[in-house]
């Protein structure tokens, strides 16, 4: 992996800072995330996951350090947010889908709307995709008529059908019970087989040891220590990531 | 399922009976006491000692038939300038709500003039508005000056449409930040995230409001007789001063009531349908 990290990587998170008035979330954060790379982002509530996806889709403007994206930097002021965030997928850790559309509108409405391809075309690449994760029947169905799982996998089509370059995921299955994690986590294993780009953040080590490729854990602003899921989650080197994995291991949750 | 062939059990038997006794017996009540209460108003209001001359000077036949197709004809009036004031007054209102959410400081001058615009005229009496533009703006003598009743209507456009405004900002604001976060996500440019996420659901859920603002831009329509159009209202007062009789306004008091049921039903309907919505929740 190290050696194939030196050509250029996909994101390259460079001494990020990130505040919300006086408290410091990201504190020179450095993070690189290679082609057809899966980065699961590990850490305590509030350690700044979420943030870091946030900063990286251009939703919070960082306060200091780079962003790159295929050696662009994205966070000077001079880039296009627009254009940036056509090439990254955000999928939220609350689904976030349009309550007022159907399950295919809110699929086929950034292919139709932002990447300007034709209605039909668009609709029969989200009936394929919804196929496949097995809700085509749902396809006229509004939001909230959804399971969550099934609300999620939609969520996750939504990114998808735009090919973004890097697909980001929040916490994608921890509103879901057991059953309902694993209708994701099936869908997340096949994006890795085709080899999608991904950056997820979670709670769930199961899951990060089970699709990564590589885990990093968050704390105090900044990425304290990331290896090969068996090396971070079986035998950490760092002090407050055995701590942190403890604390996990007593709530039952590895 | 099983539930065609449950049979209830017999505690489920006794209260299916019962709720039915107890709903026959509050439909009995129901009409007992709104017959008693009919009966005793009836006889109240006919016994009164000047209701033969109440009936004379509000309710006389003659009276009305001579003028109602006046009253109608200026209806029809009525009805035309409520028909365009109404979507003038929601245009209106929908442009100066988007104005005011535009972030930026190119955009500051646009901002300031719309939230200027919203707080005076909601504080602003529609007649006075109506004098100025309907007999102030002619006798300013410029070219091209367009005829009383368009005046009259465009100040009612003006004052409704800063109403409306703050409807619709209401509901854009109610509309969480998430959904606009989703929307920029996937690469919709503000206007997009707008025209497409946000506006639908906030007009959504302003509906109610908007339709019962609405219900009265319809009565205000008549306003306009002040500035001298024949409408409804204006039809009967010319009625009233040639018999000397009261009979024309209650004509066209009824008929704007009559003309307003269709539109206050619709908004109980859209009222009940959102309150619904919100209860089956997600
Ligand atoms: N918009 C905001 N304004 C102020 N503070 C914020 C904002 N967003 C996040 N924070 C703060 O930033 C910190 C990091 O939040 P973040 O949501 O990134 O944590 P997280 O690692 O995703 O936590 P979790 O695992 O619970 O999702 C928290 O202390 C939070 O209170
Ligand atoms: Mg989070």
């Not at chain 2, 019962?18 to 009409?31: E, N, W």
Request: glycine share 8%; charged share 20%.
């Amino acid at each position: 992996m190290d050696a194939a990290d030196e050509i250029v990587p996909v994101l390259a998170c460079q001494d990020v800072r990130k505040t919300f008035g006086s408290s410091v979330v990201l504190d020179g954060l450095t993070l690189d995330v290679g082609e057809h790379e899966v980065v699961a982002l590990i850490g305590a509530s509030g350690s700044g996951k979420s943030t870091l996806l946030r900063c990286v889709n251009l939703l919070a403007e960082i306060d200091d350090g780079t962003v790159r994206l295929d050696g662009e930097d994205i966070t000077d002021p001079k880039a296009d947010a627009d254009l940036v965030r056509r090439k990254i997928g955000l999928v939220f850790q609350s689904y976030n889908l349009f309550p007022h559309m159907t399950v295919l509108d809110n699929i086929t409405l950034a292919p139709i709307k932002v990447h300007g391809r034709p209605g039909a075309e668009a609709k029969a690449q989200a009936m394929e995709w919804l196929q496949r994760v097995g809700l085509a029947d749902k396809a006229g169905s509004y939001p909230d008529r959804l399971s969550g799982g099934q609300q999620q996998r939609v969520a996750i089509v939504r990114a998808l059908v735009n090919s973004p370059r890097l697909l980001l995921l929040d916490e994608v299955t921890s509103a879901l019970d057991p059953e309902l994690v694993g209708e994701v986590l099936t869908m997340i294993r096949d994006l890795k087989s085709d080899g999608m780009t991904m950056v997820l953040a979670t709670h769930e080590m199961g899951f990060a040891r089970q699709v990564a490729d590589r885990v990093a854990f968050l704390d105090a602003g900044r990425v304290l220590e990331q290896g090969p899921p068996a090396q971070v989650l079986g035998d950490p080197v760092e002090a407050r990531t055995r701590q942190f994995l403890a604390r996990i291991i007593e709530a039952g949750r590895l | 399922m099983s539930t065609e062939f449950h049979r209830p059990s017999d505690i489920q038997l006794g209260r299916i009976a019962f709720r039915k006794r107890q709903a026959i017996r509050s439909v009995l009540l129901a009409a007992l006491s709104t017959a008693v209460l009919g009966t005793l108003l009836g006889v109240l209001v006919t016994s009164a000692p000047g209701w033969d001359r109440v009936k004379e000077s509000f309710f006389d036949w003659g009276n009305a038939t001579e003028f109602l197709p006046q009253i109608l004809e200026g209806l029809w009036l009525n009805i035309r300038m409520l028909v365009f004031c109404a979507f003038a007054a929601l245009a209106l209102g929908l442009l100066v709500a988007v104005l005011r959410t535009l972030r930026g400081p190119v955009f500051f001058p646009v901002r300031a003039i719309a939230t200027l615009y919203t707080y005076s005229f909601r504080g602003l009496p529609l007649i006075i508005v109506i004098y100025l533009f309907a007999f102030g703006v002619p006798g300013l003598r410029l070219q091209g000056t367009p005829s009383v009743t368009v005046l009259g209507g465009a100040a009612i456009v003006i004052t409704y449409g800063a109403y409306l405004a703050e409807v619709f900002r209401a509901g854009i604001e109610s509309v969480h930040p998430s959904q606009i976060a989703a929307a920029r996500s996937l690469g919709l440019t503000y206007r997009q995230s707008m025209r497409h996420v946000v506006l639908p659901q906030a007009v959504r859920r302003v509906a109610p409001p908007l339709l019962n603002d609405t219900v009265a831009l319809q009565k205000d329509v008549g306003l306009i007789s002040l500035a001298g159009p024949i409408d409804a209202i204006r039809a009967a007062q010319i009625g009233v001063a040639q018999n000397a009789n009261f009979t024309p306004y209650v004509i066209a008091g009824v008929l704007f009531v009559l003309l307003a049921l269709p539109l206050i039903g619709i908004t109980d309907w859209a009222t009940l349908r959102a309150a619904r919505r919100q209860n089956a929740g997600t």
